[in-house]
């Protein structure tokens, strides 16, 4: 069912006959891509899940307006990462601990997973992406894990190709040097 | 997307050090993405209920707000209405009533002594001399007669 394109994705969300069928198939095609990239940002799964829950509920309000003056996928991208933001922003705002705190708080939450090997290069990696500015790491998770190209990225973001190669690059280097340390 | 030997070039000739595509498995919950469609569908629909109850009652809550507005404006008019009305008439029945029993000749020569000083008045040149002049004409008992037969009355 997740062969089907995103035209014919949205053409059957707009036929109330095959509206419920065509969301389903939808979550199917687009919800590993966008729960991990949640998880990376937010890493608790139950946060994770109510961000996930909170764009798709936005999506299926938004699908039968939604213009297609951009790409479906990159629609979907945009309303998750500004899900993620929003929350990482208000979880800021009640957090009595300072920034720093809250870094630490997100690698012992990494930590605490069962499947966590403090001695592979993959959960170090983890832990490091962590200690990134919230803004940095979307963009490095983008490029890194969900091998997001600049261009797409600039259309999701609003920001220039060069400006993001260049975040990319300052966090590949601040997550080498992480590495190198521990 | 990008080819996976393109990004992995970018990043071995950015940061030699660092693993390439390498993603650590996190724990899930079983059968997490199988169950994850029909959940979210679920809480889409729930949402989209909620919503429209909310938008419904807001909706009844301005017309409630609107009919209590209409009703409180005539009842307020209804009341203004009709005290006013009743004073009013309750005013024109003493004037009335006082006014019939003024001799009809006392009130034409009063209405003219009035008429001459309010004209003199109105020119703003009004002086003491003035209102003995305007007097002068009209003999002194017929003064004393007029302000015997007004009655001095008090209002209701």
Redesign the interface.
Known sequence: MTSYTDQQLLQAFRDPSTK?AA??DL??KY??KI?WLV?RMVVS?EDANDV??NT??R???GLEKFREDSQLYTWIYRIATNECLSFLEQKKRKALTSLSEQEQERAEQVKA????DAQ????K??LAIQQLPERQRLVFIL???????YEQMSKLLETSEGALKASY?HA??K??QY??NH | MESKEKIENELRQLTPGLPLQQQATFQLPNGYFEQLPTQLLVAAKTAQEKKARIVQLQSNQWKFLAAAAVTMGIVFFSYYYFTATEGDDAINQWAKQEINKVPAEHIVEYVDNTHAVTQVRAAGQLESNDLALLVQDIPQEEIQRLLNDLPATEMP
């Open positions: 419920d969301f389903t979550v199917k919800q590993e729960y998880k799964h996930v829950q798709f509920i999506v299926w309000n997973d069962s499947h966590f592979k290069l993959e959960w990696l983890e490029r890194y894990y969900q091998e997001m190209p690059h590949a280097k997550i080498e590495i190198l």
